[in-house]
């Protein structure tokens, strides 16, 4: 019963989501730069502004590319879900927030509280030194175990901090076939981010 909801629930959330192909040159936030040499389609939930923008090769529910842009002091990284339960006593739990000077293993926290917002089980395999966006930074490789529907996911990520801002990148998707078959298309995107200004 609780697969076939949230079925329902990802179908009507599809018929209100804006989709756009972008390629070529784009600016995240008015902050980061990238090139695109295959297509993307940028989703845009309505009523639920996220401080992130995601893109899909094939769809949400199989696939996204995050990107965060200059996120500041104290804002978080992700806005609650339009009618998302509050537990009893009526305070939610609060969600991930960046705060300045956080350090790199703090700044991969982030991303795992992110993606076990939703209950999901979240597992960081692997936290290393890379350059994102002509910055040095982390590059994080993580599993997760999506509570929806038990499908088993892979992900990796990038983060740097430039002028007390973070920048990031976070790319999602079914470990068997997808996230193998995805990742190049993902990582030559994010290989060309650089940040402006």
């Given at each position: 019963m609780?697969?076939?909801?949230?079925?329902?629930?990802?179908?009507?959330?599809?018929?209100?989501?804006?989709?756009?192909?972008?390629?070529?040159?784009?600016?995240?936030?008015?902050?980061?730069?990238?090139?695109?040499?295959?297509?993307?389609?940028?989703?845009?939930?309505?009523?639920?502004?996220?401080?992130?923008?995601?893109?899909?090769?094939?769809?949400?529910?199989?696939?996204?590319?995050?990107?965060?842009?200059?996120?500041?002091?104290?804002?978080?990284?992700?806005?609650?879900?339009?009618?998302?339960?509050?537990?009893?006593?009526?305070?939610?739990?609060?969600?991930?927030?960046?705060?300045?000077?956080?350090?790199?293993?703090?700044?991969?926290?982030?991303?795992?509280?992110l993606?076990?917002a939703?209950?999901?089980?979240?597992?960081?395999?692997?936290?290393?030194?890379?350059?994102?966006?002509?910055?040095?930074?982390?590059?994080?490789?993580?599993?997760?175990?999506?509570?929806?529907?038990?499908?088993?996911?892979?992900?990796v990520?990038?983060?740097?901090?430039?002028?007390?801002?973070?920048?990031?990148?976070?790319?999602?998707?079914?470990?068997?076939?997808?996230?193998?078959?995805?990742?190049?298309?993902?990582?030559?995107?994010?290989?060309?981010?650089?940040?402006?200004?």
């Amino acid at each position: 019963m609780k697969k076939i909801l949230a079925l329902l629930l990802v179908s009507l959330l599809a018929a209100c989501t804006s989709i756009v192909k972008v390629e070529g040159d784009q600016v995240i936030n008015n902050r980061m730069a990238v090139k695109l040499t295959d297509a993307w389609n940028k989703v845009d939930l309505p009523g639920n502004k996220q401080p992130f923008d995601v893109w899909t090769q094939e769809g949400l529910t199989i696939d996204h590319l995050r990107f965060w842009a200059a996120v500041g002091n104290n804002q978080e990284m992700m806005k609650r879900p339009p009618g998302a339960s509050v537990p009893q006593g009526g305070k939610a739990a609060r969600l991930p927030t960046y705060v300045a000077g956080m350090q790199p293993d703090q700044l991969v926290s982030l991303f795992e509280n992110l993606y076990a917002a939703d209950g999901s089980i979240v597992t960081m395999n692997k936290v290393e030194p890379a350059v994102f966006a002509g910055e040095k930074g982390v590059r994080f490789e993580f599993s997760v175990t999506r509570k929806s529907d038990d499908v088993q996911l892979r992900g990796v990520g990038w983060v740097v901090v430039k002028k007390s801002e973070l920048f990031a990148a976070t790319f999602v998707a079914p470990r068997m076939s997808f996230f193998p078959r995805l990742l190049p298309k993902a990582e030559s995107v994010v290989k060309t981010a650089l940040i402006k200004g």
